[in-house]
T-cell receptor
Framework: QQQVKQSPQSLIVQKGGISIINCAYE??????FPWYQQFPGKGPALLIA?????SEKKEGRFTISFNKSAKQFSLHIMDSQPGDSATYFC????????????FGTGTRLLVSP | KAGVTQTPRYLIKTRGQQVTLSCSPI?????VSWYQQTPGQGLQFLFE???????NKGNFPGRFSGRQFSNSRSEMNVSTLELGDSALYLC?????????????FGPGTRLLVL
């Protein structure tokens, strides 16, 4: 019930293309869904986050699509750039006041020039 | 504001030893969480502290412990190190106000156990 499943494990996209990463969760008590970006040697950095009361959130080239009934959410990176090459993690947490993020297994994205 | 800082950045220990890692949260943040990151298990929650109290604990053995000081700085300790404890240990802080649960991560401490 605490798992967040993420796919694909790795992704290669050409510059200018769209990168799509998918996540699925089981625990319907989750109500906060962030995406983190991690570069080698660095800690994860928050990219964008969504709550279940909206189906989509866009910030620049990054969009989260959220399907509450399917318990799935995805990250879309439009006009992907080589600088986007990093590992992306989806996560989920419950609004219990406790700061416990359950992370997906990560997607290694490579954007080829 | 300065980000989350962690010291040391790199550490090499041998089996059976113990280690203490330190984390300074972003100024004003009262919640500090610790995560272990390994290639096999990914990012796993260790524990979270708020106002010097442990509020939540992940599924790790008792060899892993932590504490938080009155200035919100936190330390985690691993005793009787095992080879499998080799990992990147990440600290994250949060302002912990309603709808402000974003966690900001530090660069991590990379621990190698030989």
């Amino acid at each position: 019930q605490q798992q967040v499943k993420q796919s694909p494990q790795s992704l290669i996209v050409q510059k200018g293309g769209i990168s799509i990463i998918n996540c699925a969760y089981e625990n319907t008590a989750f109500d906060y869904f962030p995406w983190y970006q991690q570069f080698p040697g660095k800690g994860p950095a928050l990219l964008i986050a969504i709550r279940p009361d909206v189906s989509e959130k866009k910030e620049g080239r990054f969009t989260i699509s959220f399907n509450k009934s399917a318990k799935q959410f995805s990250l879309h990176i439009m006009d992907s750039q080589p600088g986007d090459s990093a590992t992306y993690f989806c996560a989920a947490s419950r609004n219990t006041g406790f700061q416990k993020l359950v992370f997906g297994t990560g997607t290694r994205l490579l954007v080829s020039p | 504001k300065a980000g989350v800082t962690q010291t040391p950045r790199y550490l090499i220990k041998t089996r059976g030893q113990q280690v203490t890692l330190s984390c300074s949260p972003i100024s004003g943040h009262r919640s500090v969480s610790w995560y272990q990151q390994t290639p096999g298990q990914g990012l796993q929650f260790l524990f979270e502290y708020f106002s010097e109290t442990q509020r939540n604990k992940g599924n790790f053995p008792g060899r892993f412990s932590g504490r938080q000081f009155s200035n919100s700085r936190s330390e985690m300790n691993v005793s009787t190190l095992e080879l499998g404890d080799s990992a990147l240990y990440l600290c994250a802080s949060s302002p912990q106000t309603p709808h402000q649960e974003t966690q900001y991560f530090g660069p991590g401490t990379r621990l190698l156990v030989l």
